[in-house]
């Protein structure tokens, strides 16, 4: 086969060449920044062009070449290219082709637009490499536009009682959509882990508030904090009281997270596909074999046994999805 599973990560022998390793290789071809499928070590990486300042920010000093969506380069006779995954800014599927057989490995992926990132792009192939991170029926996620809607309300409100309001997301990927998403004349301050991925992606920072320890109280008065999860419980967090805080996550959809936060609000919102988009982009490939990653892989195989008469398998890899704050709850009932 094209595609190995090896104890160093997705591996293709005729390339000599690693998908998202994770032990250091000589040639890794990378979907997107995110730690747990970019990590630092290997002699030489491949991603996509807007990956490129992200990657260098979080990896240093590394040989990297990237590559446009849809444009292919030649590895010992293996095409390969790079398409949208909608995950993330610059996030891609890898596609590799060998005398007429078609893998795809779509590292996470998203299949709702966001109104940010490109949009999820169907590949048709043999063998497709999925994660599900949600993948079991309960996952159901809104779509971006009455997102936007709640997060507007709540921050509208939270200002007019005198409230600051805290949102907390990943640095990569949920902040950029939280910032995307908010519509307010309120100032905004960033922590600086946000500022300083925001800068690495191009993203624009014009709007924002770099927190410094010179920070007073009075510049919100009141206005919207967007931090990462390492802010909440610690005394950074106190500096903006009074306020309500907010957790963005897929997960948010279970009420026991948010209660196991202590989170005033949750928004569920996720840079991965909920089950639809799971079911989706599975049949969307045609692919008679799916190899399942992380997430409720066992489920999700064998669903796709069941009710689509794939061949399916559940793969193990160290990649780790969606936490919060490295909690990854139970399902219970979704929120009403």
């Known amino acids: 086969m094209l595609i190995q599973f090896t104890n160093r990560g997705i591996y293709c022998p005729q390339a000599d060449v690693y998908i998202d390793p994770w032990k250091p290789v000589s040639k890794a071809i990378i979907t997107h920044a995110h730690s747990d499928h970019a990590r630092i070590g290997n002699s030489s990486y491949l991603s996509h062009t807007d990956s490129e300042s992200i990657l260098r920010y979080r990896l240093g000093e590394i040989s990297l070449q990237t590559l446009p969506y849809n444009e292919t380069v030649v590895m010992n006779g293996v095409r390969i ?109 960033l922590h600086s882990t946000i500022y300083n991925t925001n800068a690495a992606l191009g993203f624009d920072n014009s709007r924002y508030i770099k927190f410094t320890q ?77 190899y399942v990653t992380h997430g409720y892989k066992s489920v999700f195989a064998a669903w796709l046994r069941e009710r689509y008469k794939i061949n399916a398998v559940e793969v193990e890899t160290l990649f780790e999805g969606e936490g919060v704050e490295n909690e990854s709850p139970e399902p219970e009932a979704p929120q009403q």
């Not at 509208?156 to 009682?161: G, I």
């Not at 990943?170 to 307010?184: P, S």
């Not at 897929?250 to 996720?270: E, H, P, T, Y």
């Open 81 to 189: 290219s790079l398409h949208p995954a909608g995950h993330v800014i610059g996030s891609a599927q890898v596609r590799l082709e060998y005398q007429g057989e078609v893998w795809v490995i779509s590292g996470d992926y998203k299949v709702k637009k966001d109104g940010l990132t490109i949009p999820f792009e169907p590949l048709k192939c043999q063998h497709f490499v999925t994660e599900s991170t949600f993948g079991l029926p309960i996952y159901n996620f809104p779509e971006s536009d009455e997102l936007k809607i709640r997060l507007n309300d709540w921050v509208k409100e939270n200002a007019e009682r005198g409230l600051n309001s805290v949102i907390i997301g990943y640095a990569l990927g949920k902040a950029q959509r939280i910032l995307n998403a908010l519509e307010t004349d309120l100032p905004i301050l």
């Open 214 to 290: 010179e920070f007073k109280k009075e510049q919100l008065n009141p206005g919207v904090v967007v931090a990462t999860g390492t802010a909440v419980g610690s005394p950074w967090l106190k500096r903006f009281e009074p306020y309500r805080l907010a957790f963005c996550s897929g997960w948010m959809q279970l009420r026991g997270a948010r209660r196991r936060r202590n989170a005033d609000k949750g928004f569920v919102m996720s840079d991965h596909a909920d089950w639809k988009g799971l079911n989706e982009a599975v049949e969307a490939t045609g692919a008679e074999n799916v």
